[in-house]
């Protein structure tokens, strides 16, 4: 049984830092991904990772976050630095199944940055 869990998230000022984690059980990904979804937006895409390290950000958090992961944990990483009242929103993983193609996603985690 697949299960996706987020952790990390709360509330912090603007410009600090924080780390979310996801772990990702039950079956091999083949690219794992950080969404966000803002008050009254839709959901869009934070950055991935493939199961090889090869990464993808979105324009508004390159230079600022930074996704990787570790296979042996099945766990994949967001360091947030210099965060901005922008970025608030609830943080979700999505785990891509290697072998069907089947997109597993967290419920989300928190993140709130004050100004």
């Known amino acids: 049984q697949v299960q996706v869990a987020e952790s990390g998230g709360g509330l912090v000022q603007a410009g600090g830092s924080l780390r979310l984690s996801c772990l990702a059980s039950?079956?091999?990904?083949?690219?794992m991904g950080w969404y966000r979804q803002a008050p009254g937006k839709q959901r869009e895409l934070v950055a991935t990772?493939?199961?090889?390290?090869?990464?993808n950000y979105d324009d508004s958090v390159k230079g600022r976050f930074t996704i990787n992961r570790d296979n042996a944990k099945n766990t994949m990483y967001l360091q947030m630095n210099s965060l901005k009242p922008e970025d608030t929103a609830v943080y979700y993983c999505?785990?891509?199944?290697?072998?069907?193609?089947?997109?597993?996603w967290g419920k989300g985690t928190l993140v709130t940055v004050s100004s």
């Open positions: 990772i493939t199961r090889t390290g090869s990464v």
């Open positions: 039950g079956s091999i990904f083949r690219v």
């Open positions: 999505n785990a891509r199944e290697l072998f069907s193609g089947t997109d597993y």
